[in-house]
């Protein structure tokens, strides 16, 4: 079951990551309501598509267990990108939140995750660089729960579609059902294998 379902999260990263990068170097290709508005400044609209896409990518090998047991240094390359990726997408995201599709809860939706996505990265370096690892890569977990809701949007976003709901509507839903679940399944596995750890991993450290 573990390895089906380390397929089945690379098949969609690498997927969503394909698409993104599609969208970032042919921005025809995105949807018209998202592509009009960034026509004249696609500026945004690059930088989180195609930061997006490589966090996406490279997120999937530094939450494997054995890549970073096993690849050390590379670990250690890998997250350094990975953490640029996210800063390049996230700050994008940010400003992007501010005119999403949807009003205030659309805004605020998008606008949360873009703020927890670049928190989790800072809070995982800082811990890193105190040299704690467990509480690091908790962080770093929390972090790629996030990144993953580029997944999870497109994974809603046809199925509201296919149930012939108004856009609008389902939009901002999608906003918050998007990253919110993520979220709480990655804390959901911190308490189930080790509640103490979880809880230390959000403390202050000496």
């Known amino acids: 079951m573990k390895r089906v379902g380390w397929i089945t999260l690379i098949f969609l990263a690498m997927g969503v990551a394909g698409y993104a990068f599609a969208v970032g170097l042919l921005p025809e290709l995105g949807p ?13 609209l690059w930088a989180h598509t195609i930061g997006g896409g490589i966090a996406l990518v490279l997120g999937v090998f530094q939450v494997h267990p054995r890549f970073r047991s096993q690849f050390t240094q590379s670990h250690r390359r890998v997250g350094k990108a990975y953490v640029l ?8 995201g940010l400003y992007m939140a501010t005119i999403a599709e949807g009003g205030m809860i659309t805004e605020l939706g998008f606008g949360m995750l873009a703020i927890l ?27 790629y729960a996030l990144t993953l809701s580029a997944v999870t ?11 012939d709901l108004d856009f609008l509507t389902a939009y901002m839903v999608i906003a918050w059902m998007c990253w919110v679940p993520n979220l709480i399944i990655a804390e959901w596995f911190f308490v ?3 509640p103490i750890r979880a809880a230390a991993s959000v403390l202050p450290s000496g």
């Open 32 to 44: 018209q309501a998202i592509v009009s508005k960034f026509s004249g400044f696609p500026l945004p």
């Open 85 to 92: 990726a996210v800063f390049l997408s996230g700050s994008a």
């Open 117 to 143: 996505w670049l928190t989790t990265a800072t809070m995982a370096i800082i811990r890193i660089r105190q040299r704690n690892i467990s509480a690091h890569r908790a962080w770093m977990i929390r972090n």
């Open 153 to 163: 949007l497109r994974l809603y976003l046809p199925a509201s579609l296919a149930s």
């Open 192 to 194: 189930r294998n080790d």
